[in-house]
């Protein structure tokens, strides 16, 4: 089945301890990106990668750094997680870039972080 | 910078009903727009995509149109259900949002029984 997997899909923890949301994708996507979700504040962009070792900011990165060694894994790491990074994460993926043909984004089903 | 708009924030209809949700946004250099659905504690789930040099697009009881000139957008439900309760995001892709989506911050549609 064609799915975006992220883990763990909650976490509570206290700030400063480093942490790591994985994704991975099985559908052989170029393009993948990190959301985070806030009430009031919608859907926002944290990074994106349009192929392996290929990555760009997004409109939130502050916190937050990425990594693309292979094509199917996407993670996101908190090197120093704030409160302020308490949110509904979600990690997605198209065959290419959103806006070029007619590929939807798949999403995974969000990972609900609490950082005390 | 590209800003989507969606309204009503919240809409509450008797099974059976027609109903239209709303989206604007502001920089109409899009490359395409899509619909999503989001259910409670689950991730979005793609309804309708329809490109830049398209009207609209159909799905079941769904039809999404465009108007890029104006830039706005509808996605019309026919004979609601209560299954189709959920959060309905609309978002865009291009223009000054290359490389991600633009989302919109969603309608909440209960149909109620």
């Known amino acids: 089945e064609a799915q975006v997997t992220q883990n763990p899909r909650y976490l509570i923890t206290v700030t400063g301890k480093k942490l790591t949301v994985t994704c991975s994708q099985n559908?052989?996507?170029?393009?993948m990106s990190w959301y985070r979700q806030d009430p009031g504040l919608g859907l926002r962009q944290i990074y994106y990668s349009m192929n392996v070792e290929v990555t760009d900011k997004g409109d939130v990165p502050e916190g937050y750094k990425v990594s693309r060694k292979e094509k199917r894994n996407f993670p996101l790491i908190l090197e120093s997680p704030s409160p302020n990074q308490t949110s509904l994460y979600f990690c997605?993926?198209?065959?290419?870039?959103?806006?070029?043909?007619?590929?939807?984004?798949?999403f995974g089903d969000g990972t609900r972080l609490s950082i005390l | 910078k590209q800003e989507v708009t969606q309204i009503p924030a919240a809409l509450s209809v008797p099974e059976g009903e027609n109903l239209v949700l709303n989206c604007s946004f502001t920089d109409s250099a899009i490359y395409n727009l899509q619909w999503f659905r989001q259910d409670p504690g689950k991730g979005l789930t793609s309804l309708l995509l329809i490109q830049s040099s398209q009207r609209e697009q159909t799905s079941g009881r769904l039809n999404a149109s465009l108007d890029k000139s104006s830039g706005r957008s509808t996605l019309y439900i026919a004979a609601s259900q209560p299954g189709d309760s959920a959060t309905y995001l609309c978002a865009v892709a291009g223009g000054t949002s290359y490389g991600k989506l633009t989302f919109g911050q969603g309608t909440i549609l209960t149909v109620h029984p």
């Open positions: 997605a993926s198209s065959l290419v870039v959103p806006g070029i043909g007619n590929q939807p984004q798949h």
């Open positions: 559908m052989n996507h170029e393009y």
